[in-house]
């Protein structure tokens, strides 16, 4: 079942209040600007979405994850932390903040860890592009890569096809890169959708250079979003797949 939204470019109005004032200063080089747009759709239960929080948060302060951030030229990235589900749900949670030390990269995931989730209805992968997309426009940085990050447990069933949205933002110059997370169970009534690996690769990722890692489930999250985020820092050349 599908709800019927508007046009893709009734999206250029923002979709949810940022979260807090900028924390970087206008202008600030970096190596990366990276949305992370995490799903919190209700196909993802309360267990679930505890796995799915503390993956990031464990990634993000993770060694070899920092020695990716002080390894490029600017030895900084910017980030920003956004979840998203249907249409009418999309939120930043934590603004664009540098990361340019094991301090900061603690902070960041102190707030993470302190900020409060939800769970709202459908699944709008390409509403979801759209909005994180949106956000560079106030990210105050400049960075050659500009990447979005985007992780979820289901396909688009709601809004504009994550395909139209995706490239329109690739010949803007954007690189997105997917997590699908593979279930192993049925999701309202529905069958395990084995396929959705194979839908991220035709129809979210795209750009040079973009990729994906597919968590065989949430208890795999981490170790995906880990693998995923030293790739995304390094810049290192990668498949365009990468299966669990």
Sequence with gaps: MKRRTALVGSLATPLATLAGPLAVRAGTPVDLQLVLAVDVSRSIDEVEAELQRRGYIEALTNQTVIDAILSGEH???ALCYAEWAGTHYQAVV???????SPAAARRFADKLAEASRT?????AVGAALAFAAQRFDNSGCESRRRVIDISGDGRTNDGPPAEVVRDKLVAQGFVINGLPVMMNRSNFGRPPDTGLDKYYEDNVIGGPGAFMIAAANFDDFGR???SKLIREISGLPTPRATPA
């Design 224 to 226: 995906a979003v880990r």
């Design 75 to 77: 030895k900084r990235i």
């Design 119 to 123: 769970s709202q209805s459908w699944t």
């Design 94 to 100: 934590i603004d664009w903040t540098v990361i340019d």
